[in-house]
């Protein structure tokens, strides 16, 4: 039988991804060496490097047995996987944010349940967010710099990520309300933890033991 | 170029033809399955593809299903499974012969899924429910019937698939007592899978009932090691409600044991079933190489009740196509293409189908590279042509034509 297939992020979580499958005794050498594969495979383990909103496609239909995500991409997708661990690394904030000089129009907008427009990334959570509060909002899915959506007046405020608060800072966007904060989470395929639940159980446990001290 | 199909020429997203020889695997596969069901006494079953909006309660299984309206304005659902309209059935229409009622299906399902999740919108279910009876006899005798049903179909416990059981109640029951404020919160967190969930909910606990909120549903293992069990014992201790569960799973697995079922059987206390409606023995089976479950079921005593008539039940579905895509490969069955437009030929393909030869008729005069190619065509191993006292018979792909008699031709076409 093979080894356990795990899908890695690319992109900010890729190193800590790296650190905790380390930790957990796993080949991870072999992804260091050359960054352009996308299949790795090593003693005991290969490893398909993708998109970070990607990690749970591959896991939910069984492609990868375990893969690392941040509960951000989890609470978007609703994928059906078991979530077995909390990395504690890669945490970030989803916010809420607008334009320092719109802040006020957008609060009151809100408070009086006018449909405001917002630019998002993660359109699931930004919808349920605002059906959470009963108000109305019109959500614009965007691909990338959401940042900019509210400058050039496509939305008037974003739902978007933020770990540090630079890229808002930059863009004088101000912080309206923290939605939820996340942090990169194990995940594992429903059948490989069942199937192959000896070694899945023993990488989470491995992953307990030593990964504290690394993070 | 071709000229661009028009779209509403395709099949609906999720949906789609299926064309031989997957579709003849698929029946097929149907067939031997009815087959093990009736072997195990389960009368078959077929309900609506329609059922009234308010027969389906379940809140994930509203959501997907499609919907429609009646001519009076009610609204209307694509059966999204099979399990509640038995439900309705045997709480309508059976409640004047003794239970227990045993009811089996093959029947399509119809659910809205997300575009590009790789879901079908419509797929087949073919299950058994064992309505009105609490015996744990009942539930190990579905669990059974699923496993003959899968090792007929050619897949090997423990090595081609496994069957993961575990136990609704013990874990809820342990909350209950245990724990009561955060049960509601820990079961629906871990109805999500959501492990890490429960953890954080554990954290507000009093130490020692925080660690078997954690471990409990983390208790994975063979069933034929005790140890997965005498683990759950110690967490059981006085709570009355896990206990029994607890017992209940014991002879569960005594029936199991006894049928010589255990093996490729999976205990696992964190699975506490996709529906709210489970509440006691419940399973899922995982075949390797599938990340979806290609059957599951449970027990379901509270269901009934809605319909006005408290029966306690167990049951399960297997998803015909899931396991059809992971069957052991197989020879196509036996067939011949019998050439000619002549009355002659027509008496031929008859005589021959007398003696138990599949025969496809074919009532043209072809010659017979063309009949070559067209047998190909239908996955045809042969094809022949009348001849004075027998056929002219050739392989279909290639190999020099050969005068036998029908009772030769049989033999070679069905070896």
């Known amino acids: ?215 | 170029m071709r000229e661009k199909t028009p779209r509403k020429f395709s099949t609906t997203p999720g949906t789609r033809d299926v064309l031989p020889p997957e579709s003849t695997r698929l029946l097929d596969a149907q067939a031997r399955v009815l087959e093990r069901f009736r072997l195990h006494g389960f009368r078959e079953i077929v309900t609506p593809a329609l059922e009234y909006s308010e027969v389906i309660e379940e809140p994930k299984l509203r959501d997907s299903a499609f919907k429609l309206f009646d001519p009076d304005n009610q609204m209307l659902l694509l059966r999204p499974e099979v399990t509640t309209p038995v439900a309705r059935l045997v709480a309508q229409r059976l409640r004047n012969s003794p239970p227990p009622y045993k009811l089996s299906y093959s029947l399509p399902v119809y659910r809205r899924t997300g575009v590009g999740r790789g879901q079908s919108a419509e797929f087949r279910q073919a299950g058994v429910e064992a309505v009105g009876s609490a015996s744990p006899g009942e539930d190990a005798g579905t669990i059974a019937l699923l496993v003959d049903v899968l090792r007929t179909l050619g897949l090997r416990p423990g090595t081609d698939f496994a069957l993961v059981l575990g136990q609704a109640a013990f874990y809820r029951g342990y909350l209950n007592s245990a724990a009561p404020g955060a049960a509601s919160g820990v079961l629906a967190a871990l109805a999500d899978k959501d492990l890490v969930r429960v953890d954080e909910i554990s954290y507000t606990l009093q130490p020692e009932v925080a660690a078997s909120v954690r471990e409990i549903p983390r208790l994975v293992g063979p069933a034929a090691d005790g140890s997965v069990l005498e683990r759950a014992g110690r967490y059981a201790g006085e709570n009355e409600e896990a206990a029994a569960a607890l017992e209940n799973l014991h002879r569960i697995l005594e029936h199991l044991q006894a049928v010589g079922c255990l093996d490729g059987v999976m205990l696992d206390f964190g699975l506490i079933g996709r529906h709210d409606y489970y509440t006691g023995a419940v399973y899922e089976v995982y075949a390797s190489g599938l990340g979806f479950t290609v059957a599951n079921g449970g027990r379901y005593d509270n269901l009934l009740r809605r319909f006005g008539e408290p029966l306690p039940a167990t049951g399960f579905a297997i998803s015909l196509e899931r396991l059809v895509s992971v069957l052991p490969d197989e020879e196509p069955a036996p067939l011949v293409v019998l050439v000619g437009a002549s009355v002659e030929a027509t008496r031929t393909a008859a005589d021959l189908r007398g003696s138990g030869v599949p025969v496809l008729h074919l009532a043209e005069d072809l010659p017979p590279a063309q009949a070559a190619e067209y047998a190909r065509s239908v996955d045809a191993g042969w094809v022949c042509y009348p001849a004075p006292d027998g056929v002219k018979l050739a392989a279909a792909d290639g190999g020099e034509p050969e005068i036998v008699s029908l009772e030769e031709c049989a033999g070679r076409v069905l070896s």
């Open chain 1, 1 to 215: 039988m093979r080894g356990l297939r795990v899908a890695v992020p690319k992109g900010a979580i890729f190193e800590d991804a790296l650190a905790a499958l380390e930790a957990a005794g796993l080949p991870v050498g072999v992804l260091r060496e050359d960054g352009r594969k996308l299949l790795y495979r090593a003693e005991g383990a290969e490893f398909i490097v993708s998109r970070p909103s990607d990690v749970p496609v591959f896991v939910e239909h069984g492609a990868a047995d375990i893969g690392i995500v941040g509960k951000d991409v989890l609470d978007e997708q609703r994928p059906n996987v078991v979530e077995l661990r909390d990395l504690g690394t890669g945490a970030c904030q989803m916010v809420l944010a607008a334009p320092r000089n719109k802040v006020e129009e957008v609060q009151r907008a809100i408070s009086h349940a006018e449909v405001v427009r917002v630019g998002t990334k993660f359109p699931n959570v930004a919808r349920r967010y605002f059906e959470g509060m009963g108000r109305q909002a019109e959500v614009i899915e965007l691909h990338g710099s959401v940042e900019l959506a509210p400058l050039v007046g496509l939305a008037e405020c974003i739902v978007d990520l933020t770990a540090t608060g630079t890229t808002l800072r930059e863009n004088d966007l101000v912080v309206m309300d923290d939605i939820s904060s996340s942090t990169a989470r194990l995940i594992a395929n429903r059948g490989s933890y069942r199937l192959r639940h000896r070694e899945v159980a023993a990488l989470v446990e491995a992953m307990q033991r030593n990964g504290n001290r690394v993070g």
